[in-house]
Nanobody
């Protein structure tokens, strides 16, 4: 079994910063892709960023490029999402996902494992 545990959510004013962490445990795999998705009330879960565990290649949704950065710590089996210049429209529950993902890294159904979610609230 695989467990993903997110932390680091909270409330911040527009323009502020937060860092999310996702720790993986259990049967982890070097060929995984790990990603962050978010879901706002009444909306579908949407892609934010992804990172290939073996190569370190990263991918971002257009609206977060230049503001968010995804990174990993191999030794700690942890993925981070550094979020800067936050906007009210970034408010959502942020979920960490992991799985053997091909080209469709931005599709939630490609991920087999999910964390419990971390609330991020950005006020104007």
């Amino acid at each position: 079994q695989v467990q993903l545990v997110e932390s680091g959510g909270g409330s911040v004013q527009a323009g502020g910063s937060l860092r999310l962490s996702c720790v993986a445990s259990g049967n982890t795999f070097a060929s995984w892709t790990m990603a962050w998705f978010r879901q706002a009330p009444g909306k579908e879960r949407e892609f934010v960023a992804a990172i290939r565990w073996s190569s370190g290649s990263t991918y971002y949704e257009d609206s977060v490029k230049g503001r968010f950065a995804i990174s990993k710590d191999n030794a700690k089996l942890t993925v981070y999402l550094e979020m800067n210049t936050l906007r009210p429209e970034d408010t959502a529950v942020y979920y960490c996902g992991a799985g053997f993902v091909g080209q469709r890294y931005n599709s939630a159904i490609q991920y087999d494992y999910w964390g419990q979610g971390a609330q991020v609230t950005v006020s104007s």
